[in-house]
């Protein structure tokens, strides 16, 4: 079954961890002439080095993306169990914990911080001495339509703490969830280092009558003769294995191959159940809720929204299904006409995958004028193209590019994010948005931090000819996890990508909006592709900074 530009399988948390590095399987470089220089210390290699193994030989680092990538794979190492394999009666088990609320006894207002606190047990009810744990946390209050995420604290002896700031007023609710426990994880931190290939692509060559399809990867084995389709611009590597009768340059199309099965080894999968120690919700001791009283302080204007401003966390809040972030004043767009007269006479860039094609859907959707035109694409691949012509307004969609999970796709209908955000000419007429993520959850970390230097690269150069062009980044976002979507598109790797994401484009004249706590914090069962009222909030933000507010 083919998934069309999805990360699901077929059928903010902030977390202060530490943790060592996983195996690596090595797989047979190509014979080029490798252009990565490697300093004389090696531990500052070691993340080129592996790159290598994938078939970057054509990349140039400078030091500072050497060193960048060196401290970016230290930022999100993870803690490991102490010993490689333990039993499952010795795992996490949520059923066996249960939360307190810290101080709940005293007087809460707006604006102040609520604490809870839990010690991990065992399937035995025997306390854990280790952390690694991975928890969701959030507060809500139903009646309002309220909600907000949580930060995690891993003390890496079994106990955690979830921080929350305490936003409206009213009977508060906490929700704490297990989604991955510390020995699931180490089976997922193997998974993406030894089995890069477990999802693998296709391609079509075709001349004439002669038509041949062979698999293609990022990280191909070489078990046999390669077609290397490296990227001549950006360096970025990509290889189909030799059709038997026709060249390499034969090839016509890039789609989705399929799953690789049976991964899992000796008790791996106790560790994948779901209802079991997948999303499963942790119970308070006691009261889970705390009464919040008005905040006797006044209230500040937040001001307009622009890039540049530091990403939160917490990023905001929902109250009355509307999101309401902590740095700016986000305005509603609930009317075609609003959208419209925000988007007058600009050219709108939408670069991604299916997560945030979704926002081009509601836009063309919801406003009547923004036609949507046929150039005869499927509706889950692109590129697509709408427009305004009374109002001058163009929305165009590109999937970001291999690797991508996709319908067949022509080749020319997927140019890497890198040169298409290069052939731009920005200016203050033009947005770009854009998100990268759950299409490298299958892939060592290596490969993304280099695909996000390529792209962040192609953004300076964008705003230095151009400083008027707006730029606005999606984060990643949660979704829902049976067993075997854990293996490929755990919320866990989406969030190492998008700690990831948001550190490299720190300090940089970008704007985010905040699709992991926007999805972690509603009401909404958790899902790929976040219902209508999330992706119109999400849109919200979006446009709020396009349009900023007149005054503040």
């Known amino acids: 079954m083919l998934i069309l530009n999805s990360c699901s399988f077929p059928q903010g948390n902030k977390y202060s961890t530490s943790g060592s590095e996983a195996n690596w399987k090595s797989y047979p470089a190509l014979k080029s002439d ?5 300093p004389k210390d090696k531990t500052t290699s070691l993340w080129t080095d592996r790159l290598l193994q994938c078939g970057y030989q054509n990349q140039r680092f400078t030091p500072e993306e050497r060193s960048e990538g060196t401290i970016l794979m230290k930022m999100i190492e993870w803690p490991k169990p102490p010993k490689p394999a333990v039993p499952f009666l010795k795992s996490s088990d949520p059923s066996h914990v249960h939360f307190v609320i810290v101080n709940s006894g005293k007087t809460f207002y707006v604006g102040d911080q609520l604490q809870v606190m839990l010690r991990m047990n065992d399937f035995e009810g025997h306390p854990k001495q280790y952390g690694g744990d991975y928890l969701q946390g959030r507060i809500h209050t139903p009646a309002l339509k309220a909600g907000s995420a949580g930060t995690v604290v891993d003390n890496q002896n079994g106990f955690y703490y979830i921080n929350f700031n305490l936003s409206w007023p009213g009977k508060v609710e906490v929700s704490v969830s297990l989604v991955h426990p510390s020995e699931g994880i180490q089976a997922l931190d193997r998974l993406r280092n ?53 060249p390499c340059s034969a ?55 622009f890039p540049g401003k530091p ?5 905001g809040f929902y109250y009355q299904d509307q999101w309401m972030a902590k740095t700016c004043n986000i305005q509603r767009f609930d009317t075609p006409a609003s959208i419209t007269d925000c988007l007058r006479g600009k050219k709108v860039f939408i670069f991604g995958d299916s997560t945030i094609r979704q926002w081009f859907e509601y836009l063309i959707g919801f406003v009547p004028d923004l036609r949507k035109f046929d150039l005869g694409n499927s509706p889950k691949t692109g590129p697509h193209l709408a427009l305004d012509i009374n109002k001058k307004i163009k929305v165009e969609y590109y999937a970001h590019g291999k690797p991508i999970r996709i319908a067949p796709i022509s080749l020319q209908d997927l140019p890497f994010m890198a040169n298409k955000l290069d052939d731009i000419k920005g200016g203050k007429s033009t947005v770009i948005a854009f998100t990268i993520w759950c299409h490298f959850n299958t892939f060592p970390v290596e490969t993304y931090i280099r695909r996000l230097q390529n ?14 062009t707006l730029i606005v980044i999606k984060t990643a976002n949660v979704q829902a996890l049976p067993r075997q979507a854990s293996l490929y598109n755990s919320d866990w790797y989406s969030y190492q990508l998008d700690l990831l994401l948001r550190k490299m484009f720190e300090g940089i004249k970008v704007a985010f909006v905040d699709a992991w706590e926007m999805t972690i914090a509603h009401y909404l069962p958790h899902n790929l592709h976040p219902k209508r009222v999330i992706i119109k909030n999400e849109v919200d933000v979006f446009l709020s900074y396009v349009c900023p507010l007149k005054k503040g």
């Open 455 to 468: 792209i962040r690269r192609s953004i300076l150069r964008l705003l230095d000819r151009s400083p008027d």
């Open 34 to 38: 490798p252009i990565i220089e490697h």
């Open 194 to 246: 030894d089995w890069p290939e477990r999802v693998y692509f296709k391609s079509t060559f075709k001349s004439g009558d002669i038509s041949e399809t062979t698999v293609c990867d990022l990280c191909l084995p070489q078990t046999e003769p390669l077609c290397n389709f490296t990227d001549p611009r950006t360096g970025e590597p990509w290889f189909c294995y030799k059709p038997q009768k026709l």
């Open 311 to 315: 990403l939160l966390s917490p990023s």
């Open 251 to 305: 090839r016509i199309n890039h789609m989705m191959g399929g799953y690789q099965q049976k991964l899992l080894k000796g008790e791996e999968g106790h560790y994948f159940q779901s209802g079991v120690n997948v999303k499963k919700r942790i119970l308070p001791s006691g009261s889970g809720y705390v009464i919040v009283e008005p905040s006797p302080r006044t209230g500040t204007d937040l001001g307009k929204c």
